[in-house]
């Protein structure tokens, strides 16, 4: 996983970059994934669901949406023929969250519908 956070979106949210770093390193060192580099986080099969876990739960903290720049998420196989990709995971939180927002405007309309030709 890499998370990339930006300097000028920290300022404007008077968020601490350093913290946030701190915050996401202390989650990832805390569960024995290794830190490559700043901000890129690097795991084995066994760590697949600590990364799941943050992307759950990253955005949903006060200033994580608030200071990321780019984030991605990496898999790659264990066997020569496994499948290897890089995907952007900020642009799938937002398409997910429009998709639910969506369903969720869809359902009540529905019930609308359904109470009015009672």
């Known amino acids: 996983m890499e998370i990339y956070l930006s300097e000028e979106k920290a300022r404007k949210n008077n968020i601490d970059l350093d913290e946030c770093y701190q915050k996401i ?3 990832f060192l805390d569960r024995g ?7 890129v986080y690097q ?12 992307q759950g739960q990253l955005p949903q903290t006060k200033w994580f949406l608030k200071g990321v720049d780019q984030w991605y998420i990496s898999y790659f196989g264990d066997t020569p023929d496994s499948p290897e990709y890089r995907e ?8 997910v969250n429009e998709q639910v927002r969506n369903y969720v405007k869809n359902q009540k309309a529905k019930k609308l519908l359904i109470s009015i030709d009672k």
């Open 25 to 27: 390193n202390r989650f």
């Open 33 to 39: 994934v290794n830190i490559k580099e700043p901000g």
């Open 43 to 54: 795991g084995v099969k066994e760590d697949f669901d600590t990364f799941v876990i943050a």
């Open 88 to 95: 952007d995971a900020l642009k799938t939180y937002y398409q």
